[in-house]
Nanobody, 119 residues
Framework: VQLQASGGGLVQAGGSLRLSCPGSGIILSVFTNSDLAWHRQAPGKERELVAVIYSGGTTNYADSVKGRFTISKDNRKRTVYLQMNNLKAEDTAVYYC???????????WGQGTQVTVSS
């Protein structure tokens, strides 16, 4: 199994980026029974949860990104997305995707994609 996060880059404040994370080799039943999340880690800071979409479709966001970020998924493509709008300098971090199976052992992490927002 491999999660390949992509879509990061350098953007000006107020701009947008869309992160993608396809899960290569993940069995469909595992993917649909998993909670999918994006985390981020800024230099000198601990990794934090940004957004999660639970297996039933409910979503939850960190207060700092509510109203600006949207997490979504495509089960058929085994892919989780993060649409980021109105980006701020404080959103600068390495973003990691995570697939964690409910009632199971699977817990996969992507390699991270750098997002840099210039002010």
């Amino acid at each position: 199994v491999q999660l390949q996060a992509s879509g990061g880059g350098l953007v000006q404040a107020g701009g947008s980026l869309r992160l993608s994370c396809p899960g290569s080799g993940i069995i469909l039943s595992v993917f649909t029974n998993s909670d999918l999340a994006w985390h981020r880690q800024a230099p000198g800071k601990e990794r934090e949860l940004v957004a999660v979409i639970y297996s039933g479709g409910t979503t939850n966001y960190a207060d700092s990104v509510k109203g600006r970020f949207t997490i979504s998924k495509d089960n058929r493509k085994r892919t989780v997305y993060l649409q980021m709008n109105n980006l701020k300098a404080e959103d600068t971090a390495v973003y990691y995707c995570n697939v964690k199976e409910r009632d199971g052992l699977a817990n996969y992490w992507g390699q991270g994609t750098q997002v840099t927002v210039s002010s």
